[in-house]
């Protein structure tokens, strides 16, 4: 069974900074999908980027960046400029062959500070 | 685009009590799931479906919890008995391919 553990359970970073969430996983597929989501309080999840395991290139949306490191099994978010709305609790999660049986770590709460 | 709708946003009910929840997916979207998202942990998938069948509820404890999904559509989550915990949010997410889902607010539920 996957696995996917977030061993930051709360981070913090000044406005327009840049902060880095750790995520690793387990799996003994070779095709997959990973994610991150933003869940910001008492509001819904939302997308924040994909990436596609058979891609070597690492996935870019605009402010936030990933460090896909297939071998290691890593797959750490980075978010630039940091602002007031980033701050939420972010998820990893694990997407399978498929993309769909998502497996979810346990989160990080990202504080961004002014 | 209107996105997942839940109802109810909360609900508070005693344990052995039964609750249900609703959810209409986006629109055109043949893949449904829910999740049990248990505060301070990553929701966990309880059951998916694929248009009118289930595809996966390997985690769905079914001596307590049915869901379904009759015309492919809306989707209803019933939890009969409650036991205090089942207390969490539950989370009701579409996609209109295999991967990216679009996830509902959410129904918290309390039981005491």
């Known amino acids: 069974a996957q696995t996917v553990t977030q061993s930051q359970p709360e981070m913090s970073v000044q406005e327009a900074e840049t902060v880095t969430l750790s995520c690793t996983y387990d799996?003994?597929?070779?095709?997959?999908?990973l994610f991150w989501y933003k869940q910001p309080p008492s509001r819904q999840m939302i997308l924040v980027i994909r990436?596609?395991?058979?891609?070597?290139q690492n996935a870019t949306e605009n402010r936030f960046s990933v460090n896909f490191q297939k071998a290691a099994k890593s797959f750490s978010l980075k978010i630039s400029d940091s602002q007031l709305g980033d701050t939420a609790m972010y998820f990893c999660?694990?997407?399978?062959?498929?993309?769909?049986?998502?497996?979810f770590g346990a989160g990080t709460i990202l504080r961004v500070k002014s | 685009e209107a996105g997942v709708a839940q109802s109810p946003r909360y609900k508070i009910i005693e344990k052995r009590q039964s609750v249900a929840f609703w959810c209409n997916p986006i629109?055109?979207?043949?893949?449904l799931y829910w999740y049990q998202q248990i505060l301070g942990q990553g929701p966990k998938l309880l059951i998916q479906?694929?248009?009118?069948?289930?595809?996966?509820d390997s985690q769905l404890p079914k001596d307590r919890f049915s869901a379904e999904r009759l015309k492919g559509v809306d989707s209803t989550l019933k939890i009969q008995p409650a036991k205090l915990e089942d207390s969490a949010v539950y989370l009701c997410?579409?996609?209109?391919?295999?991967?990216?889902?679009?996830f509902g607010a959410g129904t918290r539920l309390s039981v005491l």
């Open positions: 999660a694990f997407g399978g062959e498929y993309g769909n049986k998502l497996v």
């Open positions: 799996t003994s597929e070779n095709n997959y999908y």
């Open positions: 629109s055109g979207h043949a893949t």
């Open positions: 479906f694929q248009n009118n069948g289930v595809v996966d």
């Open positions: 997410a579409s996609s209109p391919l295999l991967n990216i889902q679009y």
């Open positions: 990436q596609e395991a058979y891609k070597q």
